[in-house]
């Protein structure tokens, strides 16, 4: 039997933006989760030993990026992809995922700020998504320092960049030594919209309201995204569709029981197995969307989200 929504979190269900699909736009989506990431300015950030703005290759001329480190000596590399319907997000709404991922895996995080929907649609995010990673490789001396240990890393809309990403780097002969999927979207053919789709995946069904993420803005925010539904089957967009997905860099996935997208990331982690690939899925008991941002007050979320970065470090020190 599933363990029950973690109470604390049902608390801050109710404070949780993006969650009326029928007069959210998207500058609105952009200023609430602005809006909730000022909110905690009170509370200190997590401690890093430095934050640099730079910019990195993008897929139409440079994307600017922000790098945390913990010290100097060579480590990993973390390429890392926000989340937020690829619409909204930015540096700062994902300022402490970023500071939490360098913290507790050591590696070096480089977080990228790709071009967002309706202003420039898919494959720009991707594309951004890709170059910058790239450009990491080419330019590893700056940043980690050790080629063999680079990862990307996501969540949500982010999970999904990495993991096509990841699929790219396969392709390009570039040897990542991880991805670190959370709570990604993996298929978006139907836009989140098309009932036979859908019934797919019972968990956009089971969680379609009531926990933050709902299936009716994942319907607005891939209407964002795509210009035409008919590019969603492509695997830049819909990594689960791929052809094949033998090859790419073992991966940690997370899930949480209460989220639309649960299905389609379980679906995802198994299809990596099935193609032979190193694979640790943590399915988020009692959790829902956004959970990786809900550890400073859930012990549940923070506990998951720690055991999650944890087996991406340990992927991180394999190296390829």
């Known amino acids: 039997m599933a363990a029950p929504l973690d109470p604390v979190i049902a608390q801050i269900i109710p404070l949780l933006p993006l969650r009326d699909a029928a007069t959210m736009t998207p500058q609105s989506a952009r200023d609430s989760l602005r809006a909730l990431a000022a ?9 890093v030993a430095s934050t640099e703005d730079i910019a990195v290759a993008g897929g139409a001329g440079p994307a600017a990026a922000r790098v945390y480190r913990m010290g ?6 973390v390429v890392f ?35 967002r929907p309706p202003e420039t649609r898919f494959p720009g995010a991707f594309e951004d998504a890709f170059a910058a990673t790239r450009d990491v490789f080419n330019r590893i001396a700056e940043f980690g320092g050790d080629a063999g240990r680079v990862g990307v890393a996501g969540d949500s809309a982010g ?3 990495a993991a096509a990403t990841a699929i790219a780097c396969r392709d390009a002969g570039l040897k990542l030594a991880a991805q670190l999927l959370v709570y990604p979207a993996t298929d978006a053919v139907g836009n989140y919209a098309d009932a036979r789709e859908n019934a797919r995946f019972p968990s956009r069904a089971e969680n379609a309201e009531g926990y933050f993420l709902s299936r ?6 891939a209407g964002h995204y795509f210009a035409d539904p008919g590019q969603a089957p492509d695997w830049r967009a819909s990594p689960l569709r791929a052809t094949s ?14 989220d639309p997208l649960r299905d ?9 197995e099935a193609a032979g690939v190193r694979v640790k899925h943590h399915e988020g008991p009692g959790l829902i ?3 990786f941002g809900m550890g400073e007050a859930s012990d549940a979320a923070r506990a998951e989200a720690q055991r999650a970065r944890a087996d991406f470090k340990a992927l991180l020190a394999r190296g390829v």
Do not use: C, K
């Not at 909110?39 to 401690?47: E, G, H, I, L, Q």
């Not at 009716?216 to 925010?221: D, L």
């Not at 389609?264 to 990596?272: N, S």
């Open 39 to 47: 909110a905690r300015a009170a509370v200190p950030p997590p401690p």
């Open 72 to 77: 100097t000596a060579s480590s990993p590399t």
């Open 81 to 115: 992809f926000h989340g937020g319907g690829w619409v909204a997000g930015d540096l700062e709404t994902h300022d402490r995922q970023a500071r939490w991922l360098a913290i507790e895996t050591g590696a070096v995080v480089v977080s990228v700020d790709y071009r």
């Open 159 to 161: 999970g999904n960049l």
């Open 216 to 221: 009716s803005v994942m319907e607005w925010f």
């Open 245 to 258: 997905l033998a090859g790419v860099a073992p991966a940690v996935v997370t899930t949480a029981w209460f």
């Open 264 to 272: 389609e990331g379980t679906a995802y982690a198994r299809a990596l």
């Open 289 to 291: 969307h956004g959970y």
